[in-house]
């Protein structure tokens, strides 16, 4: 279970509208383990809980995973208040606390499914083999629920200037039918 955050300036509804002016940068907020942080982005509606997560080789990806209850009240699904934010943007960047369902796949799982799924079907599994050579280590650490096209969109570009265009679509087309299929294993 994840620990209670306390954070006076985010953790009530009135405390975050009189506190923080409305910006696009989101603003700092406690540390919910090492390496991963909480930060809260004022908007003119709800404001967004943000998770800012380290990826252990000097770089980090942040992304929005809820509303926060700042005008309507929470609904533990849509919008949510501090505590239970903290809870589910540490599930979500560790990767869950082990209970089956519970857990989000990293791309690293989702090849780990693929490949297993090949090899009980007598298909080759270099197929999810491959693309793991190319993926940078953020992107394999990173849960498929919080892969953003425009990161995968970057990664394919940048394939561009070591591989043939064809080559890279045959890699791209590995990489999809691991996500695909890997998740749902």
Request: charged share 20%; with cysteine; net charge positive.
């Amino acid at each position: 279970m994840a620990r209670k955050v306390s954070f006076s300036a985010m953790e009530s509804r009135s405390a975050r509208l009189n506190k923080f002016t409305i910006r696009r940068r989101p603003y700092s907020g406690p540390s919910l383990a090492r390496g991963i942080l909480l930060l809260y982005r004022r908007n003119k509606t709800n404001g967004t809980w943000v998770l800012k997560v380290s990826d252990g080789h000097g770089a980090y990806w942040t992304k929005g995973f809820a509303l926060a209850d700042d005008f309507e009240d929470a609904d533990g699904i849509d919008r949510v208040d501090v505590p239970p934010g903290a809870g589910t943007g540490e599930e979500l960047a560790r990767g869950g606390d082990g209970n089956a369902g519970t857990t989000p796949i990293t791309v690293d799982g989702a090849l780990n499914a693929y490949k297993t799924d090949l090899t009980a079907r007598s298909a080759n599994p270099y197929n999810a083999e491959w693309p793991r050579v190319h993926l940078t280590s953020a992107l394999l650490s990173k849960p498929v629920a919080l892969l953003a096209s425009i990161e995968l969109k970057t990664w394919r570009n940048g394939l561009l200037v070591v591989m043939a265009p064809s080559t890279v679509n045959r890699l791209c087309a590995c990489l999809s039918a691991a996500l695909e299929r890997g998740s749902a294993a």
